[in-house]
């Protein structure tokens, strides 16, 4: 295409929108609400995944081991732990550490826990393992309660000729594992569902757009039905007569979207600053992704969103015209 065809397709599209004020003002005003609903749910979305990245890097399980457990094998259930595929850290509990923690639950209750400390201590130690995705949960405990039984196997010859009691002879290394499973398969239902919903919604708001931008530029094509029925006969081809409306469409999208950008920022931080001020938040320790974390993210979505959905509109709405 030349640069003066160029020139003169752009300059159109231009035109297009001054001479059709009420309509295209209508159409940008109509896809910021659209927009800003989508750029509502994309926020939520992304700070879901984010409060589930931060909960898989402080959710898992609590290993607990045996007293019994020498240095050796201890040392090779939290190398072989490590190596597991999934794991993000693995941090070992001695006793003492399991007797402070069980502590600062009982606050004002020290007395309690009076009588536990030295050799009456019967908290055992544990590794606190973390994962890197939560949905794998239950494969990496079986595989760790396969780890601590071949640990358990591999020493039990070293213990019967060394004549050590039946009774501190166990089948595992590994007493028992805790995790907190309600919760995680809580929340990675609750973030199953967001995706959906979120998923739904840019299909619904974007169908919707789509209709609203062919709409706007179907009345201009209508109004210049006469004009593009000359152009057609004295041999103007589809594309020359399809570009400025698509042009016309682009630049809605575009405007719309830069509206709702600005809107969106605007009021993204401060929303999300009152959110992490509630007591829950603080008291779980997560944080919020801020507006210039998902700035360049949202943009990207935006600029997308305003240029695809412009093309197809006004593709849609000029099809009826151009067929011969």
């Keep these: 295409m030349k640069y003066n065809g160029l020139t003169y397709l752009i300059g159109e599209g231009f035109s297009n929108i001054f001479k059709n004020k009420k309509s295209t003002i209508t159409s940008i005003i109509t896809m910021v609400c659209m927009m800003f609903l989508f750029g509502l749910f994309f926020a939520i979305g992304v700070n879901v995944n984010y409060m589930l990245e931060q909960v ?6 609590n290993v607990f081991i045996w007293d019994e457990t020498t240095e050796e094998q201890k040392i090779k259930l939290e190398t072989e732990i490590k190596a597991l595929n999934g794991v993000n850290t693995v941090v070992f509990k001695n006793k003492q550490e399991a007797l402070e923690d069980m ?4 606050k004002n209750k020290q007395e309690l826990m009076a009588g536990f400390e030295g050799e009456n201590n019967i908290f055992p130690a544990s590794f606190v393992v973390t994962l890197t995705d939560l949905n794998r949960l239950d494969e990496i405990q079986t595989e760790i309660e396969r780890i601590g039984a071949k640990i358990a196997t591999e ?4 213990e019967v000729d060394l004549e050590i009691e039946e009774s501190t002879i166990h089948d595992s290394i590994i007493k028992n594992i805790t995790s907190s499973d309600n919760t995680i398969k809580t ?3 609750i973030v199953s569902g967001i995706r959906m919903a979120i998923g739904v919604i840019f299909i619904v708001l974007l169908f919707v757009s789509i209709m609203i931008i062919s709409n706007t530029i179907r009345l201009t094509v209508h109004a210049r039905r006469k004009e593009i029925s000359i152009m057609k006969y004295v041999g103007a081809t589809n594309s020359f007569i399809r ?12 405007i719309a979207a830069i509206i709702t950008l600005l809107i969106i920022g605007l009021l993204y931080d401060v929303v999300i600053q009152n959110i992490e001020a509630s007591k829950v938040l603080q008291k779980m320790s997560i944080t919020l992704l801020s507006f210039s974390e998902i700035a360049k993210t949202i943009s990207i979505v935006y600029a997308l969103l305003g240029i695809g959905i412009g093309i197809l509109g006004s593709a849609m709405s000029m099809k009826k015209y151009l067929e011969v």
């Design 56 to 61: 898989q890097m402080k959710q898992g399980m």
């Design 103 to 106: 502590k600062s639950r009982f």
């Design 243 to 254: 570009w400025p409306f698509i042009v016309e469409g682009i630049i809605i999208g575009i």
């Design 187 to 189: 929340l990675i239902t």
């Design 155 to 158: 020493n039990r010859a070293e």
